[in-house]
């Protein structure tokens, strides 16, 4: 038995910046929608950067015939979110976090919208590592860093803080999550991190400067079962399609 989820995230749909790129967000959005359903699969996870003004009701209307879960992003705000979204959070705050048993495993969900997990959820997220599964995490914010530039500007305020919290459990911790616009799959101690594709444009991995490529885009195929995780990148272009498999 085994279950396959779509791990959608930066889509910034009807945002300006991709608009100037050359970008179709919606296009590629559809795209990647239709490849989901041509793969077989109901379950979304969206970690963020959904996009603004009418691209956010636009995105849950696409997206009705699934079963959806998502984090927030640094673009997103939990006021122009919660008001389409079904999720229940745990904190009872303007922050979306909670958790949900899946299989064998206990997926957690990060909001790191703010650019920072902080106090209130980080006491929140010590108490869910405390129980006898293995963790899954989705957050929009990478928590293992990168030696890239993006990095450098982007990333999470208190990640070292966040890590060292997850390290500190004897528990394996998967990480999905998105924010960096590109692929990646990195090990730590006890935790092994995936970056998921950009669904609107990518950002080459280059250490001194930040370099658009606006020519593909793509999700990833997550297959959980019993035993162990496992995951495949899906890159898209209007000319043509590959697989890669990590």
């Not at 209130?120 to 590592?129: A, C």
């Amino acid at each position: 038995m085994y279950t396959k989820i779509a791990h959608i995230t930066d889509l910034h749909l009807d945002e300006a910046f991709p608009i100037e790129q050359g970008v179709q967000a919606r296009e590629r959005f559809q795209h990647v929608l239709e490849d989901i359903q041509h793969e077989g699969i109901q379950q979304i996870v969206c970690t963020g950067d959904i996009g603004e003004g009418e691209g956010i009701q636009y995105f849950f209307e696409q997206v009705s015939a699934f079963d959806l879960t998502i984090t927030l992003g640094n673009h997103d705000s939990f006021s122009g979110i919660i008001s389409y979204s079904q999720q229940k959070t745990a904190s009872g705050t303007q922050q979306l976090y909670y958790s949900i048993q899946q299989d064998a495993y206990k997926c957690i969900y990060l909001d790191s919208s703010q650019g920072v997990i902080d106090t209130p959820q980080l006491h929140w997220l010590r108490e869910m590592l405390d129980n006898l599964y293995p963790i899954i995490i989705f957050v929009h914010h990478p928590i293992l860093g990168l030696d890239l530039k993006v990095d450098k500007i982007g990333k999470l305020q208190n990640r070292a803080e966040v890590q060292a919290l997850l390290e500190s459990t004897n528990k394996e911790v998967t990480v999905f999550c998105g924010h960096y616009h590109m692929e990646s799959n990195l090990q730590g101690k006890n935790i092994r991190q995936y970056i998921t594709p950009a669904v609107s444009y990518q950002i080459e991995q280059d250490k001194e400067e930040i370099k658009i490529d606006n020519e593909v885009f793509g999700y990833r195929i997550i297959t959980i079962n019993q035993e162990h995780i496992s995951s495949k990148v899906k890159v898209l272009s209007h000319a043509n399609q590959k697989t890669i498999t990590r």
